[in-house]
Structure formats: C-alpha cells, structure tokens
C-alpha cells in the first residue's frame, strides 16, 4: 500500500456500512426472484442496490491497494474440481 492512498478507505466506510445494513435483504434476493417476491422484497431494486454497492467497494479497494492476484481463487478452484465440493475432504 502506497503512503498517502488511504482517502479512498474513508470512502468506503460508509459504503460497506451500508451493504451491512442491506445483507439480510441480498440473502433473500439469492434465494431467487420469486422467494424474495413472497416475501414483499422488490427483487430487482435490491440487486441493483447490490451491484453499484460491490461496484464501489471494489473500486476503491483497487484503486487503494492496486490489483489483486487472482491466483487465491483459481487454487480453490482446482482443488474443488479435484476434491468435490465436500469441505471434509479438501481442508486435508
């Protein structure tokens, strides 16, 4: 991390207050269009509310930290494709 690239940080404090605060409606909207409609959630306003909100925590994180590796993700998903999904078998 670069000294003097913290401002974008202070963005995003209140940003992920934010997601916090919308987490319970983001887990009923990932059950499904119709699940979160049964429950009088309108679907596609809080995946939209969702999007720009991971949108703009990701940004200011990459423009603060620079890239990120991908490589974390791509070995969880071998050893998955290896292994199976079971969490038993692949924490070995």
């Known amino acids: ?47 939209n509310i969702g999007l720009i909100l991971v949108a703009l925590i990701t940004s200011a994180i990459v423009l603060t930290i620079g890239t990120i590796p991908f490589l974390g993700l791509i070995i969880q998903n071998i050893v998955s494709i290896y292994r199976g999904d079971h969490m038993k078998k692949t924490s070995r």
Do not use: H, S, W
Not at 12 to 37: C, H, Q, S, W
């Open 1 to 47: 991390m670069l000294k003097g690239k913290y401002e974008m940080l202070c963005l995003t404090v209140p940003v992920v207050i934010v997601a916090y605060l919308f987490a319970n409606r983001f887990t009923v909207a990932g059950m499904g269009e119709d699940f979160a409609k049964n429950l009088g959630l309108n679907y596609k306003q809080v995946v």
